[in-house]
């Protein structure tokens, strides 16, 4: 058994530095597809005990141990079978992780909304993705659950818009007042006039209601968007006050139809005497 087992030392030790160059060359080539560092540290460490796995398992069939083989080999298989029923989520959420690795469909310190939540993402996890909301809240949420779901990435196209609604009274100059406000907002410093735009949209209970709308560069900073907002509407309000544009208050006309306030009066003080 000497020459065999001598070999069989040769093929472990060979497989073993063919284990390590494939890990290696495996990173270099995952480092090209995803920037995921715990998905490469992982998957590369899966293939290195793959390759030592296959080196052993042939080191023992030189030595004749097939028998033992085989035995570990279904051994092995029931006992993944049943890891697999147990671990069934949390390799739904690991898959998941590696698919969105790997399609990339937001990054770290992204502005996104997902699962009812909205804030940057902090960080990506093989098991989850943890986001902190604008309230200041740490949330982990399943990669599963974020695969699946739809998801609104805010920082993609680095733009993005901000719609007002404003209303006008019903005797205004329809098409004055739409002047007014647009080069209201197109005065507010960075906002440039091609990026400002506005249509009337309704007939409203007590206004005739238009939309304003206004392209902003977006730099992943939510005060940034809530800032031109204020300030659009500060520059409407101001405006329409100094060209005389009433913005209506909600009105509500009420049809009694041939009722007779008199009597009706009348009857309450004949009671009361």
């Given at each position: 058994m000497l020459p065999n087992f001598l070999v069989a030392v040769v093929v472990v030790i060979f497989f073993a530095l063919l284990a390590k160059l494939t890990r290696s060359l495996f990173k270099r080539l995952m480092k090209r597809i995803t920037d995921n560092v715990s998905l490469t540290s992982l998957m590369g460490s899966v293939l290195y005990l793959t390759?030592?796995?296959?080196?052993?398992?042939?080191?023992?069939?030189?030595?004749?141990?097939?028998?033992?083989?085989?035995?570990l080999l279904a051994g092995a298989?029931?006992?993944?079978?049943?890891?697999?029923?147990?671990?069934?989520?949390?390799?739904?959420?690991?898959?998941?992780g590696t698919m969105m690795?790997?399609?990339k469909p937001f990054k770290e310190g992204d502005l996104i909304e997902t699962n009812d939540f909205y804030g940057k993402v902090e960080k990506i996890h093989l098991r989850t993705t943890d986001l902190i909301t604008l309230q200041g809240q740490y949330v982990m949420i399943p990669n599963a659950e974020?695969?699946?779901?739809?998801?609104?990435?805010?920082?993609?196209?680095?733009?993005?818009?901000?719609?007002?609604?404003v209303g006008v009274h019903y005797n205004t100059h329809l098409a004055q007042a739409l002047d007014v406000a647009v080069k209201a907002v197109q005065g507010i410093s960075g906002v440039k006039p091609d990026d400002v735009g506005a249509s009337y949209s309704e007939f409203g209970s007590s206004s005739i209601n238009f939309t304003i709308r206004i392209w902003q560069k977006f730099t992943n900073q939510e005060a940034d968007y809530l800032a031109l907002r204020h300030q659009a509407v500060l520059a409407i309000k101001q405006a329409f006050d100094q060209n005389g544009i009433t913005i209506p208050f909600p009105m509500r006309t009420?049809?009694?139809?041939?009722v007779n306030?008199?009597?009706i009066f009348s009857t309450y003080r004949e009671k009361e005497r």
């Open positions: 390759v030592l796995a296959l080196g052993a398992f042939i080191a023992w069939s030189i030595l004749k141990l097939d028998g033992a083989v085989t035995s298989g029931v006992i993944g079978l049943a890891l697999g029923f147990a671990l069934q989520e949390i390799a739904s959420n690991f898959i998941a690795s790997i399609r974020v695969f699946k779901k739809p998801i609104i990435n805010y920082s993609r196209l680095r733009r993005r818009r901000i719609d007002i609604e009420l049809d009694l139809g041939d306030f008199k009597e």
